[in-house]
C-alpha cells in the first residue's frame, strides 16, 4: 500500500535515517539485529533515507534502501535532489530505485553546496522535479514534497514560498513533509495559510529530536535559520558547556568544563521531554502524520515515540 493511501485512512508514523560512511556505521544500522530491525519493530508507516547533495553518497543510500524494500516489513522512501543531476542521470537513477522496489521518493531541489548560486543541473527547483518524475514515470512514484513552515531560508517572502508550494502540488505531488519547526505560533499560521492557498496535501510535520546541543545548534542555524522558542533557548543556557559547545577546550589550552559530561547527560534528558511535548502540540493541530528525524539511533527514538503515544495512536498494522 502507497504512502498516500494510508494518509488517506489515518496519521502516519515514519522515522529519518542517514547513509553511514562507514562499514561499521553501516552494520550498525543495517545489520543483523540493528537499528532498522528494532525500528521496524515500532510499526513506522515508511523509513526515507536521506541523498547527499550531488549524490555524494548514492551507493550507501540505495544500500540503505533495499534493505528496506528486501526486508519488506515498512515502505521505503528515498530522499532525491536536482543538485548536479541532468535529466539523464536523473532518469537512470530512479529506474534504478524502482527496478529494486523503491517506489516512494521525497522529491527535493537540494541544499546548494557553499559557494553555489544554482543547482549545477538540469532542472533549478523541486517543482521542476516533480514535473519531470510525472512526466516520465506516471504514477510509479508516490512523491512526497518539502514544505517550510517558516519559509525556505532563501525565499523572498512567506506568501511566494507558499505559492512555490502550491506548484509542487499542482504539479502532481501526493503530501508535504515539514522542515524542522520549533516555533509553533509559526506552524499554525502556516497551516492555516497554505489551507488558504488551496493547498490541501496531507502535512508530515518533520521531528528533530533534541538530544545533543551542538546538535540542535547546527541543525537550526547552518542551512535553516529556524527560531528557537525561549524554552528551547533556556535548556541550552541551562546546560551550557564551557568555554562553549563546540570548542574542544583542552586543544585550546582552556580548562574544560569539569560539569561537561553530567550537562550533556541532563541536556538530553530535557531535550527528550521537549520533543515529547512537541509532538504532542503538533498532533493537537490536526496534522496528518510525524516524521521522525531517526539520526540511525534507535533508544531515545522509541522512548519518544512511545511516550508521545505515536505506536498507539490507532495504528493498526495495514498491508505494505
Ligand atoms: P524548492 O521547493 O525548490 O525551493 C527552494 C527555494 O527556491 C525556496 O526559497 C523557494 O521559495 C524558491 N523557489 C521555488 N520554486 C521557485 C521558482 N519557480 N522560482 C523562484 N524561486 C523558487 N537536502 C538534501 O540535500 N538531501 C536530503 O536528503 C534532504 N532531506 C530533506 C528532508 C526534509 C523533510 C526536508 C524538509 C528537507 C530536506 N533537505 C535535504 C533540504 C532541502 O534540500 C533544502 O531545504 C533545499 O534548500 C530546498 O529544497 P526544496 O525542495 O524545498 O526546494
Not at 517572502?157 to 505559492?163: C, K, L, P, R
Not at 522542515?179 to 496535501?201: E, K, S, Y
Amino acid at each position: 500500500m502507497s504512502v498516500k493511501d494510508i494518509l488517506g485512512k489515518r496519521n502516519v508514523l515514519s522515522f529519518e535515517v542517514f547513509p553511514p560512511r562507514t562499514d561499521a556505521g553501516m552494520e550498525k544500522l543495517c545489520g543483523a539485529g540493528g537499528v532498522m530491525e528494532k525500528l521496524y519493530g515500532l510499526n513506522p508507516d515508511y523509513i526515507s533515507c536521506t541523498y547527499g547533495a550531488g549524490g555524494t553518497n548514492v551507493g550507501k543510500n540505495l544500500e540503505v534502501l533495499e534493505k528496506i524494500a528486501s526486508d519488506g516489513k515498512t515502505v521505503p522512501v528515498t530522499h532525491f535532489t536536482c543538485i548536479g543531476n541532468t535529466k539523464d542521470g536523473i532518469r537512470r537513477q530512479l529506474n534504478a530505485y524502482l527496478d529494486r522496489g523503491i517506489n516512494h521518493m521525497l522529491a527535493l531541489r537540494g541544499d546548494l553546496p557553499a559557494g553555489w548560486t544554482g543547482t549545477g543541473g538540469d532542472l533549478h527547483y523541486a517543482s521542476e522535479l516533480v514535473e519531470f518524475v510525472r512526466r516520465e514515470f506516471a504514477d510509479r512514484f508516490t512523491v512526497a514534497v518539502a514544505g517550510s513552515p517558516e519559509g525556505h531560508i532563501q525565499c523572498s517572502s512567506i506568501e511566494e514560498d507558499i505559492a512555490f508550494l502550491k506548484q509542487k502540488q499542482d504539479m502532481g505531488a501526493d503530501y508535504i513533509m515539514t522542515q524542522l519547526c520549533w516555533d509553533m505560533d509559526q506552524f499554525r499560521r502556516w497551516l492555516d495559510a497554505i489551507r488558504a492557498a488551496g493547498i490541501h496535501l496531507p502535512v508530515d510535520i518533520g521531528i528533530m529530536p533534541i538530544l545533543d546541543q551542538k546538535a540542535t545548534i547546527n541543525m537550526a542555524l547552518s542551512r535553516n535559520g529556524c527560531v528557537m522558542p525561549r524554552a528551547l533557548c533556556e535548556i541550552i543556557s541551562r546546560y551550557w558547556i564551557f568555554p562553549d559547545p563546540f570548542t574542544n577546550a583542552t586543544e585550546k589550552g582552556q580548562p574544560s568544563d569539569p560539569m561537561a559530561e553530567q550537562k550533556k547527560a541532563d541536556f538530553r534528558k530535557a531535550g527528550i521531554e521537549y520533543t515529547i511535548r512537541q509532538i504532542e502540540e503538533y498532533l493537537s493541530c490536526g496534522i496528518d502524520g510525524i516524521h521522525l528525524y531517526a539520526l540511525n539511533k534507535y533508544e531515545d527514538v522509541a522512548y519518544i515515540a512511545k511516550e508521545a503515544g505515536l505506536l498507539d495512536r490507532d495504528r493498526e498494522k495495514l498491508t505494505v
